[in-house]
């Protein structure tokens, strides 16, 4: 199946700074590219997705860059704000299949 | 969006009983559910995919006769741990998506922390 690393596994950022999350996948037939925010006891829940023919997506604060060459993807959080703080995974899946392999996660602390 | 929901959320068990977690499409129908494990400060492990109708696919390494899937209609999907043991301990989450034939959003349940004992 498709393996899918991602890093840092934390993040300290101050509020109002940026974070950026990357992911790496093996598959290059791989073309849909979700990222989940699960907050602390709660279920993961989408945030962003990207599709492997456009190479940046962005939505108010959030941005995903894909580089299909390189096989690698990654969030863009801009002005970060507290409630941000949360568990972040990036997956990859093909986009005709709905079976998702998960990123290891970076936790994310901003700090006010 | 859609809403998946799992029962029970936190289940509590002596070593060699077995324990049922439901996962249920509450507002569509799901053809395909899928299991996975997350132990604690770690990623999403998939587990299996829960086929209505059919045999659950599993993944490398996940043991099909410990961990029995049901998908017996198109809203209810069953994860069975077996004879669980202390190393089975963890939170066990669903997840379903409304796409049918192409990736999309999917929906997790709340998830179940099972212990044992």
């Known amino acids: 199946g498709e393996n899918v690393e991602q890093h840092p596994s934390t993040l300290s950022v101050q509020e109002g700074d940026s974070a950026v999350i990357k992911c790496t996948y093996s598959d290059s037939a791989s073309n849909y590219f979700p990222w989940y925010k699960q907050e602390l006891g709660k279920r993961p829940q989408l945030i962003i997705d990207i599709r492997s023919n456009v190479g940046e997506k962005k939505d108010q604060r959030i941005a995903v860059t894909l580089n299909k060459t390189a096989k690698h993807f990654s969030l863009h959080i801009t002005e970060t704000q507290p409630e941000d703080s949360a568990v972040y995974f990036c997956a990859a899946t093909l986009y005709n299949f709905n079976k998702f392999y998960f990123g290891s996660g970076t936790k994310l602390n901003v700090k006010p | 969006g859609a809403v998946v929901s799992q029962h029970p959320s936190w289940v509590i068990c002596k070593s060699g009983t077995s324990v049922k977690i439901e996962c249920r499409s509450l507002d569509f129908q799901a053809t395909t559910m899928f299991w996975y494990r997350q132990f604690p400060k770690q990623s999403l492990m998939l587990m299996a995919t829960?086929?209505?109708?059919?045999?659950?696919?599993?993944e490398q390494g996940v043991e099909k006769d410990k961990f029995l899937i049901n998908h017996a209609s198109l809203t209810l999907s069953t994860l069975t741990v077996t004879s669980a043991h202390p190393e089975d301990s963890s939170f066990y989450i669903c997840s379903a998506s409304q796409e049918l034939g192409f990736a999309g959003e999917l929906f997790f349940g709340e998830g179940s922390r099972l212990t044992v004992l």
């Open positions: 829960s086929n209505e109708g059919s045999k659950a696919t599993y």
